[in-house]
């Protein structure tokens, strides 16, 4: 699945303005974006995810057209089938983690019930050895637990990709490592191309098939990445 983006987009608050551009056109399926704080990485993830709309540029997943600003195409985000893992998880606060996993399927404000949905529930449920804290709402389960709920309700729906914002920054060390290495065998065996964004570089050496680093707005090939799988796209 072919990443091919260009995003331009410029935010003004007050005297300061932000300038966003960045351009990706590549096959590896494994993205991750290093940079400091401010230089735009949740902005990226945002534009592609279809929750800011660029200025200009075009946003293409495999075949299918996110964005496309010249043609008028700018597909909602429940269009997208893309799933976005926040920062801290997101999870719904009154709902248990059955039930935020269930979510993952629901389409807008359309909730249909059936045997099919309670089946993948259990599965995910399963899969990620959930089943014991089921019944217990988010502010009961620890950062891997939380982590772990919000990834099954991301992948549940089987998204076209995975959009990762800083996924292990709030996990302390040692469960960062068990919970890398575990979202790192669960995109393998899923083959859901993924892009992750963070400030830490043990992220990029764990899961970076391709590194780009960020700064002020700007994306750029890492130097030491010697994968051959990156072009940088030369036009819009
Ligand atoms: N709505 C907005 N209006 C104006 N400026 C904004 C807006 N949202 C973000 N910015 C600015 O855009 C820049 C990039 O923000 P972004 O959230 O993408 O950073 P980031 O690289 O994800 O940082 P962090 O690692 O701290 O999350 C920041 O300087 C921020 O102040």
């Not at 495999?62 to 976005?84: D, M, S």
């Not at 991301?154 to 995975?162: E, F, H, T, Y």
């Amino acid at each position: 699945m072919r990443f091919n983006f260009h995003i331009q987009k410029r935010l003004s608050s007050n005297s300061r303005v932000f300038d966003l551009d960045v351009r990706l056109n590549t096959d590896s399926q494994r993205i991750v974006i290093l940079g400091e704080s401010g230089s735009g990485k949740s902005l990226t993830l945002k534009a592609i995810a279809g929750l800011i709309t660029p200025d200009a540029g075009h946003i293409e997943l495999g075949n299918q057209t996110l964005f496309n600003k010249t043609k008028r195409i700018n597909q909602a985000p429940q269009q997208r089938h893309l799933a976005y893992l926040f920062q801290d998880y997101a999870l719904f606060p009154h709902l248990n983690v059955r039930q935020n996993i269930a979510f993952g399927l629901v389409r807008g404000w359309f909730n249909p019930q059936g045997k099919n949905k309670d089946a993948k529930v259990e599965y995910w449920l399963d899969a990620f050895q959930l089943q014991a804290v089921a019944h217990q709402l988010p502010h009961e389960l620890s950062g891997g637990q939380k982590q772990r709920t919000a990834l099954a309700r991301a992948l549940i729906s089987q998204p076209a990709a995975l959009l990762l914002d800083e996924p292990f920054a709030a996990l302390d060390p040692a469960l960062r490592i068990v919970m890398r290495k575990e979202l790192d065998a669960l995109q393998r065996s899923l083959k859901v191309p993924m892009i992750l964004i963070t400030h830490d570089p043990d992220d990029a050496e764990v899961f970076g098939e391709q590194v780009m680093s960020m700064h002020d707005g700007r994306l750029y090939e890492d130097p030491q990445c010697e994968n051959e799988a990156l072009v940088m796209a030369d036009v819009a």
